[in-house]
């Protein structure tokens, strides 16, 4: 879908209208919350253990906890991060306007899209970083020393 908005000339026109923001934003950040059979990732600890990658420090504050009641024992300890911020993410395809794209060029940018599991501690420190709606994946998570844990490592969306 979003590789045929480059074709579409409302778009390619008026893409820095706040409609047209909005919609482009939301999709970018449903990408990567919802599993392949169309299940929703977000708050649930299932899911998200199964689907994405967890920090040393993340797992460290889960480690004792009990129940899947995520407002009251996980969001106080762990968060969920769209490690590729979505306003990143959006800039870069906006870099493709105006140069015919592929699909492969579309793709190399959406796919770095993936929710993080990240310990609240490590949030504070990446938001109050000049990365905090910008920078690369990589970038993002050495700035706040985050290492993946081991049984993570290879848990993403397909």
Same mark, same amino acid.
């Given at each position: 879908?979003?590789?045929?908005?480059y074709?579409?000339?409302?778009?390619?026109?008026?893409?820095?209208?706040?409609?047209?923001?909005?919609?482009?934003e939301?999709?970018? @950040?449903?990408?990567?919350?919802?599993?392949?059979e169309?299940?929703?990732?977000?708050w649930?600890?299932?899911?998200l253990?199964?689907?994405c990658?967890?920090?040393l420090?993340?797992?460290?504050?889960?480690?004792?906890?009990?129940?899947?009641?995520?407002? /009251?024992?996980?969001?106080?300890?762990?968060h969920?991060?769209h490690?590729?911020?979505?306003? /990143?993410? @959006?800039?870069?395809?906006?870099?493709?306007?105006?140069?015919?794209?592929?699909i492969?060029?579309? /793709?190399?940018?959406?796919?770095?899209?993936e929710?993080v599991?990240?310990?609240?501690?490590?949030? @504070?420190?990446?938001?109050?970083?000049?990365?905090?709606?910008?920078?690369e994946p990589e /970038?993002r998570?050495?700035?706040?020393?985050a290492?993946?844990?081991p049984?993570?490592?290879?848990? @993403?969306l397909k």
């Open positions: 879908m979003t590789h045929s908005l074709k579409d000339e409302a778009f390619i026109k008026y893409h820095r209208n706040s409609n047209f923001v909005s919609f482009l939301q999709n970018l @950040r449903r990408y990567c919350e919802y599993t392949s169309g299940k929703g990732i977000v649930n600890i299932g899911r253990k199964n689907n990658r967890f920090t420090k993340a797992v460290d504050s889960i480690a004792n906890i009990q129940g899947k009641n995520w407002k /009251e024992l996980y969001k106080p300890v762990i969920q991060e490690i590729f911020p979505i306003a /990143e993410c @959006r800039n870069q395809l906006y870099s493709l306007i105006g140069k015919n794209p592929t492969e060029d579309v /793709e190399e940018i959406i796919e770095k899209s929710l599991i990240i310990s609240q501690e490590e949030r @504070r420190i990446l938001d109050s970083s000049k990365f905090k709606s910008t920078g /970038e998570l050495n700035l706040i020393e290492k993946i844990h049984d993570y490592e290879n848990k @993403r």
